[in-house]
């Protein structure tokens, strides 16, 4: 009823003459609104500090942190400083991180071979940082992408980025990432079958209580460019992903996908990009029962940081709000780069 129709003698009538308990037949939904302890009590969902994964950036050198323009508040670290963030992190109550290496780009070539260097900066990040900070768990990529002069997350080879070559190279990277400590392997490279070759190789190395989080549903998504500015691949990235990564118009081809790699071997699985797929994580978790994770992406963080900063939205509400969708959508966790302003939020109530 309009505000004007209100205030008329006929208004009154006519709000008077309906039972709204006639349409309702006394169901009220709004009484456990009413009162804060009310809503608290029939909570169905909540944001926890262990529901948060933080992903980090590495690069060489030492007592460097360096901001990355296409997502405030996030910088790249090296060793030592990412040392220190985990100590932060875990004070924080966050459970685990995950480790993106930015390498020097004469490093790079053809075929990621730095992936394969026992030492490379990656497993340098991971020796480091569960040696100062045991407790946190670490989860490491082993994609080809950081370490490619073509910014793929495979082997190219005359114009295609082969499949089996890639899951050999990915599966000896587990391997090395592994030994120096990684407690979770991360696969986010979309390549078939690299779920069960990591499994194997991971087995027959000794690591059988290294467990593997597959990118079981990875989008060729438009959300991925400021992580490409972090890590630089995004100047050296030819063409694009799409004859790996799924197409985000399909999701029972996204569930048969994630299906192979539990059938593999998979110990959790992950969706991203995060909140335009809610459907899929979903799906995964109602469909496999698994460990459910979604991946609140670079571009996803920065829409929110962009349009926070230009006074448009209520950055911080808007992110706890993403952060519990997912906690909604079924997903277990999220990888998220506002991991530490989420625990500070939530350690103060406010989740
Ligand atoms: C590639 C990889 C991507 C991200 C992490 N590893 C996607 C890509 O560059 O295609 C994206 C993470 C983000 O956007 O936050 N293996």
Redesign the pocket.
């Known amino acids: 009823m309009g505000e004007n129709t209100k205030n008329t003698e006929a208004g009154l009538a006519a709000a008077a003459a309906v039972n709204v308990d006639e349409i309702t037949a006394r169901r009220r939904m709004r009484r456990s609104r009413g009162a804060d302890w009310s809503r608290r009590l029939v909570r169905e969902t909540r944001l926890m500090v262990d529901d948060l994964i933080w992903?980090i950036f590495i690069v060489p050198g030492t007592n460097i942190s360096e901001p990355i323009s296409a997502m405030p508040g996030v910088n790249r670290l090296s060793v030592d400083r990412a040392v220190e963030a985990a100590r932060m992190a875990a004070d924080l109550g966050i459970p685990a991180l995950a480790t993106?290496p930015n390498v020097e780009l004469e490093r790079r070539d053809q075929t990621g071979s730095l992936a394969l260097e026992a030492d490379n900066l990656i497993n340098q990040a991971t020796r480091a940082i569960k040696q100062a900070v045991p407790d946190i768990g670490v989860i490491t990529?082993v994609?080809?992408?950081?370490f490619t002069d073509h910014?793929h997350?495979g082997i190219l080879r005359d114009g295609e980025i082969v499949n089996d070559e890639t899951v050999r190279a990915i599966a000896a990277a587990a391997v090395h990432q592994a030994d120096a400590g990684s407690d979770i392997i991360a696969p986010?490279?979309m390549m078939d079958g690299r779920i069960g070759a990591i499994r194997q190789a991971l087995d027959a190395a000794g690591h059988q209580n290294v467990a593997i989080m597959s990118?079981a549903t990875?989008f060729a998504?438009a959300?991925?460019?400021?992580?490409?500015e972090?890590?630089n691949?995004s100047g050296l990235?030819k063409g694009d992903?799409r004859s790996y990564?799924l197409d985000p118009s399909n999701a029972m081809e996204a569930v048969r996908d994630a299906g192979l790699d539990v059938e593999e071997g998979a110990d959790m699985l992950m969706v991203?990009?995060g909140l335009p797929y809610l459907d899929i994580c979903r799906a995964l978790k109602d469909n496999f029962g698994l460990p459910t994770f979604a991946?609140q992406?670079?571009?996803?963080?920065s829409m929110v940081k962009a349009a926070d900063a230009a006074g448009y939205i209520d950055g911080e509400r808007i992110m706890l709000e993403t952060l519990l969708a997912f906690k909604r959508a079924g997903c277990d966790g999220i990888l998220t780069?506002f991991a530490p302003e989420a625990a500070r939020l939530i350690a103060k109530g406010l989740g």
């Open positions: 992903p993106f990529d994609a080809l992408d950081p910014g997350d986010s490279d990118y990875k998504s959300c991925y460019g400021p992580y490409r972090a890590i691949t990235l992903k990564y991203k990009p991946y992406v670079s571009g996803e963080y780069y």
